[in-house]
């Protein structure tokens, strides 16, 4: 009986610093298969390898909101979730906010991006 469900994503998400410096070789202790972070973000992994290049403060910034998109995507694997988005009974929103200036930002799935709101 949910009509709309939100994914919020946030600047300084230790989790997904936990996956970039994982994928970039300076936290190999999060590759063991026992960490239950490094498994909790391999499923950002494939983003990691398609960042843009610049500072780590930006590509980090950036797999922040693509965690956000991940999400979303993987929420439209489970059927009975797919469904109710089809049929118009749920609205998926994927939000990210800079914690830190307050700012807040909405997914926009047409152009494939993050707008202030």
Known sequence: KISHLIVMGHSSCGGVQGCYDMCSGRAPELEEQTSFVGRWMDILRPRFESLSK?????RVRQLEKDSVVVSLQNLMT???????VENGRLALHGLWMDIGEGGLEAY?????????I
Do not use: N
């Not at 926009?108 to 202030?116: L, M, N, S």
């Open 78 to 84: 489970f059927p009975y979730v797919e469904s109710a």
């Open 108 to 116: 926009d799935p047409e152009k494939e991006g993050f707008f202030a």
């Open 54 to 58: 610049g500072d780590d403060a930006t």
